[in-house]
């Protein structure tokens, strides 16, 4: 079973057939969030509307760093394995966790824009993030030309997850501490619903383009085209 799910006919069959069912989910799950996020959530009373940018920019920073270790894991078995497939999904998780980090640090600016009066600091939160935005650019970069140096570089990068998340407790930081945790939360109970629901938005998002690009990736071997004719 094991050697059945890593055969790239496996992965192409399976994209083909389900792809048009996860996108479906994933603009659902965007629906429902929409209108909470707008209209049931209150608007926080010192940043005023601006403060509704949190229901995308936690649920991107969220999915930066689990890419990241998604990612991480893939180039650890590919250096176990050595099977094609893992190093492919470590190359795509790289894109697509370079844009999330992209993303995370624009709407960031924008959303410290009104509490900083500037769209950046030299934060211990936004530094480390905007250090994530260059390892896995230069994941990409190394992907080019080796893809064992890419895995041990990736793994090397994974010191910079858990300085990020603790980032805001270990140093004295403008970046405010995480509004909800284990503990429970400290913003409105209508708050977490809708980021909950871009959260799961975004993961589906994620795992989709992840498969579709593998999946371009795999398709552009003639080799394979010609098996798929067959």
């Avoid at 055969?7 to 479906?24: E, K, T, W």
């Avoid at 650019?137 to 570089?153: K, N």
């Avoid at 913003?187 to 589906?204: A, D, Q, R, V």
Wanted: glycine letters at 6%; aromatic letters at 18%.
């Amino acid at each position: 079973m094991y050697f059945e799910l890593l055969r790239p006919y496996f992965l192409m069959l399976c994209s083909f057939r389900y792809a048009q069912i996860i996108i479906g989910f994933r603009w659902f799950l965007t629906a429902m969030a929409i209108y909470p996020s707008i209209w049931v959530a209150p608007s926080d009373f010192q940043q005023g509307e601006n403060s509704r940018i949190i229901y995308v920019h936690v649920p991107a920073a969220r999915m930066s760093l689990l890419i990241y270790i998604a990612m991480a894991i893939s180039s650890v078995l590919f250096l176990l394995t050595k099977h094609p497939l893992f190093q492919l999904f470590s190359k795509t998780s790289a894109k697509i966790g370079a844009l999330f980090t992209l993303f995370t640090l624009i709407t960031g600016g924008f959303w410290g824009k009104p509490m900083w009066g500037t769209f950046w600091v030299w934060d211990a939160r936004l530094t480390s993030v905007l250090i994530l935005f260059f390892i896995y650019l230069g994941a990409l970069r190394f992907q080019e030309f080796s893809a064992d140096v890419a895995s041990i570089f990736i793994c090397i990068g994974l010191i910079n997850i858990p300085i990020i998340k603790f980032s805001v407790n270990w140093w004295n930081t403008l970046h405010q501490p995480s509004s909800i945790s284990q503990f429970g939360t400290s913003i409105h109970i209508s708050m977490p619903i809708p980021i909950l629901l871009i959260s799961t938005s975004f993961f589906f998002l994620t795992g989709i383009s992840s498969i579709l690009e593998t999946r371009r990736i795999i398709l552009s071997f003639s080799g394979f085209k010609t098996q798929l004719k067959v």
